[in-house]
């Protein structure tokens, strides 16, 4: 019976949304920088945004903010930002 309710609330979870694969702020991985990129603005900040395959296996779009473009293939460090400009968004910075 129990093993019934565990399957119960997992599916409850899910159904109220409570199981959604929500990414903790602050550093999560490095990545590759992929082949697509972006430009726009995000709350008055100019931005340049680029696909990012993560080493922990899921796919981003995170703004760049350092000087110049970046190439496809260019390892980076993946940040989900908690406050500021682009709260809820990620941003990624060149692994030197």
Known sequence: MA????LNDEAMA???GGAADVDPYGYLCDGTVG??????????VETT??????DNGKGYWASYLGDGAL???TRVRITHVESGWNAGGY???III
């Open 3 to 6: 093993e019934n309710m565990k």
């Open 71 to 73: 190439s496809p293939g």
């Open 35 to 44: 082949t697509g990129t972006a430009h726009g603005t995000t709350n008055g």
């Open 14 to 16: 899910k159904a109220n």
């Open 49 to 54: 945004d680029y696909s990012v395959d993560g």
């Open 91 to 93: 941003e990624i910075e």
